[in-house]
Nanobody
Framework: QVQLVESGGGLVQAGGSLRLSCAAS????????MGWFRQAPGKEREFVAT????????AYADSVKGRFTISRDNAKNTVYLQMNSLKPEDTAVYYC?????????????????WGQGTQVTVSS
């Protein structure tokens, strides 16, 4: 069993930065794929970023590539999402997710544990 708790969301002006954190409990974190997803009002949940078990492989949605960075600290059981140059269209609830495999995956169906989400609001 893995429990995920996100933090770090808030209100920021366009062009600003935020760092989201996702603290995980459970012994399998260090061998788990991790992902960040987001859901804006009236829209479906979408992929943002993913990282493999070691942190050596990552992938990003085209909409955030070059602005967002996913990383992890297995000693702290935490995954991060550094978000720079934020835009109003980045406004959403951001969720972290853990999967049973060690790779990195864009498909939300791979992930079997989800956090409760943290709100990110970017004002123009």
């Amino acid at each position: 069993q893995v429990q995920l708790v996100e933090s770090g969301g808030g209100l920021v002006q366009a062009g600003g930065s935020l760092r989201l954190s996702c603290a995980a409990s459970g012994r399998t974190f260090s061998s788990s794929a991790m992902g960040w997803f987001r859901q804006a009002p009236g829209k479906e949940r979408e992929f943002v970023a993913t990282i493999n078990w070691s942190g050596g492989s990552t992938a990003y949605a085209d909409s955030v590539k070059g602005r967002f960075t996913i990383s992890r600290d297995n000693a702290k059981n935490t995954v991060y999402l550094q978000m720079n140059s934020l835009k109003p269209e980045d406004t959403a609830v951001y969720y972290c997710a853990a999967g049973p495999y060690s790779g990195y995956y864009r498909d939300s169906g791979v992930y079997n544990y989800w956090g409760q989400g943290t709100q990110v609001t970017v004002s123009s």
